[in-house]
């Protein structure tokens, strides 16, 4: 797992630890079943404030990537890959549109964005 | 460059005026004449003072940012020192004339005044190099040190005993009654070229010195 | 760019500290920062540069001039701000401020008081009866009074709160922005000064170790946060001040567009991260690197 909280990001702390944790799960860093660090493992190896790690663990779990059993830890859950895919995608959808609105001003429509896409993919 | 002068004379102008009010007092009553006859020896000790009291209040980090030369501010303090110097001869002068100016001692007084006064410029600029050159305590230290000496001697020193016809014993001429101007100038002359000498040893020191 | 002021193998010695061969290019109308660990010789050298002290070596030469012929002329064209405010401490605001004045040749006693209003200092308080903000902006109005072509301060936002900080910054940002006007500061990073420095300039032991344009500077060095074994070994052996944390490792680059290329598939793959490298923490690497 590769976790690094940046401050000049935008995103607050927790976010930053909930999205780089689904990214871990995502790329299959982090399997169903898994014991996450404890609260305190993580405040001290991020050299961060312990509120934060807990609202992330907090957000991870009730959006239901992560289960709490008390005493014992937090557990990656079974992950539903489909719903992480689905945020990524709204993510992408965001992004793009950004990157479109960009391309109009300097005459850049869809259909050239989507050939590069295929371009950078043969690479 | 006049600010500074104002701001250092302040302490100069209110030493001289503690400086006469005894004197003013002794002339009011003609028969107890005996500070008067000390007068000339206090006056080291009263331009001494001036000079330390004057140091000790000023700021020369704050006169440092400002556009003045060590060499213009050597120069004025120096002469504040001159210039109080002659006053002093003069106020003092004045005393012993009303006092013994038609006694045969007169000659002898202002041999003592004169003498005290060369001995005092010289002294103050001695001082100011001190100041500039070992930072205020050792002055502070110095001058205090002098005027305890200073105003203590008077109390041992029995100087109408010491005042004679022509001159003071031991350390005048005889020959002082007939030519005393050529005694005055001489003096005047050699504390003078003294002072500038100190004066140019004063800019080098200034200049070389962060205090 | 003309330079406004230029010193070459300038020194101090002092009993334990010495100020080794300085030499500086200041450019006309820059924003010129100096800044180092404390007893680096920040002060020292402001000091020098305003002959506020002698110099044991060197030369200076401020528009063009020396301080052995034309003091009076320099300093009339400089306003220095001091870190520890010397004035006459038992006097006056006011009085502090006429006596200064009275040495300029372009005083301007309304700008001056107009300053005085708006930092809400009183022309009547004793001067040893300020704060220590106030009496910083007391030097600024001072300094920023005259017509000064030339601005140099020592550490002028240390220990003041950020209100203060940022009316200070703000003066010195507008004051810069006439092309003809120049500022040399002093300061530790942290302070604010960076934001408004063109050119940063790291003095550590009494030495310059580095010289740099600041946007120069924050393109070519960056924190890079990677994934242990993310990178090849011989990557990792150009970065420094590396961290080796549980989760990550961190390192700065010095040159990033060198290094560019040999990044780039870690960063495509999710596994690098390039942020922008803090003005510290470039010290603190020059400072451990000795």
Redesign the interface.
């Known amino acids: 797992?590769?976790?690094?909280l940046?401050p000049?990001?935008p995103d607050p702390m927790y976010k930053q630890v909930t999205d780089q944790i689904k990214?871990a799960i995502a790329?299959g860093d982090l399997k169903a079943g898994d014991k996450l660090?404890s609260i305190r493992?993580?405040t001290d190896?991020?050299?961060t404030s312990a509120i934060t790690i807990k609202r992330a663990y907090l957000d991870l779990e009730s959006d239901g990537f992560i289960i709490t059993r008390a005493g014992l830890g937090s557990f990656v859950a079974d992950i539903d890959r489909d719903r992480l895919k689905e945020e990524k995608l709204a993510e992408f959808r965001t992004a793009l549109k950004g990157i479109l609105a960009t391309g109009s001003k300097f005459g850049i429509g869809a259909g050239e964005v989507a050939r590069l896409i295929r371009e950078i993919e043969e690479e | 460059m006049s600010a500074i002068l104002r701001k250092s004379s302040f302490f100069y102008i209110s030493h001289l005026c503690t400086f006469v009010l005894p004197p003013l007092y002794m002339l009011a009553e003609p028969r107890n004449r005996s500070v008067l006859a000390v007068m000339a020896l206090w006056i080291p000790v009263w331009l001494s003072s001036s000079v330390l009291w004057s140091e000790r209040q000023e700021s020369y980090t704050f006169l440092r940012m400002l556009p003045v030369t060590d060499r213009r501010i050597v120069r004025t303090k120096f002469g504040l020192v001159l210039g109080f110097a002659i006053v002093y001869w003069l106020v003092v002068s004045l005393f012993i004339r009303a006092a013994w100016g038609s006694t045969p001692q007169y000659a002898g007084y202002m041999a003592l005044t004169t003498l005290a006064c060369a001995a005092a410029l010289v002294l103050a600029g001695g001082w100011l190099i001190v100041s500039w050159r070992f930072g205020q305590s050792v002055l502070t230290a110095a001058v205090m040190a002098f005027v305890v000496t200073g105003i203590l001697s008077t109390w041992f020193v029995d100087v109408k005993r010491r005042v004679r016809g022509g001159g003071i014993w031991g350390i005048t001429p005889d020959w002082l009654a007939e030519a005393p101007w050529f005694y005055h100038v001489l003096l005047f002359a050699a504390a003078l070229a003294a002072f500038y000498g100190l004066m140019r040893i004063a800019i080098r020191i200034k200049t070389r010195s962060e205090a | 760019m003309a330079a406004i002021l230029e010193a070459k193998g300038l020194s101090k010695r002092y009993h334990g500290f010495t100020l080794h061969d300085i030499s500086l290019e200041i450019p006309a109308g820059s924003v010129f920062g100096v800044f180092g660990p404390t007893g680096a010789g920040k002060t020292t050298l402001m000091k020098l540069l305003a002959r506020q002290i002698p110099a044991s070596g060197g030369t200076v030469r401020v528009f063009g001039l020396g301080y052995e012929e034309r003091e009076k002329e320099i300093k009339n064209r400089i306003g220095y701000v001091p870190q520890e405010p010397s004035f006459y401490l038992e006097r006056s605001v006011e009085y502090n401020a006429r006596f200064a004045a009275s040495f300029y040749e372009r005083w301007d006693g309304g700008a001056f008081y107009r300053m005085l209003d708006e930092f809400k200092v009183g022309r009547e308080k004793a001067f040893k009866r300020l704060s220590r903000g106030q009496k910083t902006l007391f030097s600024l109005a001072l300094a920023l009074s005259h017509g000064a072509d030339l601005l140099i301060l020592d550490e002028p936002t240390a220990g003041l709160d950020v209100i203060l900080r940022r009316m200070i910054l703000e003066r010195l940002r507008v004051f810069a922005a006439k092309e003809e006007k120049t500022v040399i500061v002093a300061s530790h990073i942290t302070d604010g000064l960076e934001d408004i420095a063109e050119y940063v300039n790291f003095l550590d032991n009494g030495k310059l170790v580095y010289q740099a344009e600041k946007d120069e500077l924050l393109a070519r060095w960056k924190r890079i946060h990677y994934k242990e074994g993310a990178l090849p070994p011989d990557v990792v052996a150009q970065l420094t001040d590396v961290r080796r944390l549980p989760f990550s490792s961190s390192g700065l680059v010095r040159d990033f567009a060198a290094l560019r290329a040999a990044l780039e598939p870690g960063i495509a793959r999710g596994e690098v991260k390039v942020e922008n490298a803090r003005l510290d923490d470039v010290l603190i690497a020059m400072h451990q690197g000795d």
Do not use: T, Y
């Open positions: 797992m590769f976790i690094a940046s000049s990001n990214n790329s660090p493992e993580l190896a991020l050299k």
